[in-house]
C-alpha cells in the first residue's frame, strides 16, 4: 500500500528566503506527483503536476523536482512571500487496481511566512 | 468559468439522519472523486467514479453511498452508519482516471457537522 509522508510538519520562515518542502512515498511505481497547495477552510488548488519522465517542473517561483527511483519530490519556494502561507501536500496515484484510483495524500506541510 | 462546485458550505446533520452533498462539474471531466479530510490527518479517498453509471469503493466507504446518472454530477450521501461523519469533504475531477492523465482538480468543499 503506498504511503507518502511530508517533512517537515510546520515551517515558519521570514519573508524573501527560499525554502525546500519533502515529500517521499513507499511504491516507486508512480505515474505521476501532484502538488496542491490548502488554504485555512479551502479546497486544493493544483501547483504542479510531474510526469514520471520529468525531473523537474516549473511554475513561477515554484520548482518541483521528482526522483522517482529514491521514491523522493521537493517542492522549492524562491523569494516566499507572507501570501505563500498555507498547508503544501503532495499526493501520489494509489496504485490500486492499475493506478486508476484516485490519490494517496501525505499530511501537509503548514507554511508560514513572516512578514 | 470553468470548475468544480461544492454545495452546501456547511451542513448540519442530527443523529441518524442521511445527507446528501452535492458535487458539480463542467470541466467535461470523465472520473470523478470524493475524499474526507479530517483535522492532522492527510485526505482519505471514499468513493471514485471512472464514468457515467459506474463508481468504485475507495480506502473508507463505509457508511457512505454515491451515484454517477450524469458525467457533470456525483452527489455523496452520508448514512447513520457512517459513525463519525464530522470532517471536511471534499470533491475532486479528472480528465480521465487513467493514471498518466489524471491531474486532479478540487472543488471548494462542504463542512458537515453532526450535532
Known amino acids: 500500500k503506498q504511503e507518502v509522508t511530508q517533512i517537515p510538519a510546520a515551517l515558519s520562515v521570514p519573508e524573501g528566503e527560499n525554502l525546500v518542502l519533502n515529500c517521499s512515498f513507499t511504491?516507486?511505481?508512480?505515474?505521476?506527483l501532484q502538488w496542491f497547495r490548502q488554504d485555512p477552510g479551502k479546497g486544493l488548488t493544483s501547483l504542479l503536476l510531474?510526469?514520471?519522465?520529468?525531473r523537474e517542473q516549473t511554475s513561477g517561483r515554484l520548482n518541483a523536482s521528482l526522483d522517482k527511483s529514491s521514491g523522493r519530490s521537493t517542492l522549492y519556494i524562491a523569494a516566499s512571500q507572507p501570501g505563500d502561507s498555507a498547508t503544501y501536500l503532495c499526493a501520489v496515484p494509489s496504485l490500486r487496481g492499475g493506478g486508476a484510483d484516485g490519490l494517496t495524500f501525505g499530511k501537509g506541510t503548514h507554511l508560514i511566512i513572516q512578514p | 468559468d470553468g470548475g468544480i462546485t461544492q454545495s452546501p458550505k456547511y451542513l448540519f446533520r442530527k443523529e441518524g439522519q442521511n445527507v446528501t452533498l452535492s458535487c458539480e462539474q463542467n470541466l467535461n471531466h470523465d472520473a470523478m472523486y470524493w475524499y474526507r479530510q479530517d483535522p492532522g490527518q492527510g485526505l482519505r479517498l471514499i468513493y471514485y467514479?471512472?464514468?457515467?453509471?459506474?463508481?468504485q469503493k475507495g480506502d473508507i466507504a463505509e457508511g457512505y453511498s454515491v451515484s454517477r446518472e450524469k458525467k457533470e454530477s456525483f452527489p455523496l450521501t452520508v448514512t447513520s452508519a457512517q459513525k463519525n461523519p464530522t470532517a471536511f469533504y471534499l470533491c475532486?475531477?479528472?480528465?480521465?482516471?487513467?493514471?498518466?492523465?489524471?491531474?486532479?482538480?478540487f472543488g471548494p468543499g462542504t463542512r458537515l457537522t453532526v450535532l
Open positions: 511504491d516507486s511505481a508512480i505515474y505521476n
Open positions: 475532486a475531477s479528472s480528465i480521465s482516471a487513467v493514471s498518466s492523465y489524471n491531474e486532479q482538480f
Open positions: 467514479s471512472q464514468i457515467v453509471n459506474d463508481f
Open positions: 510531474i510526469q514520471s519522465s520529468q
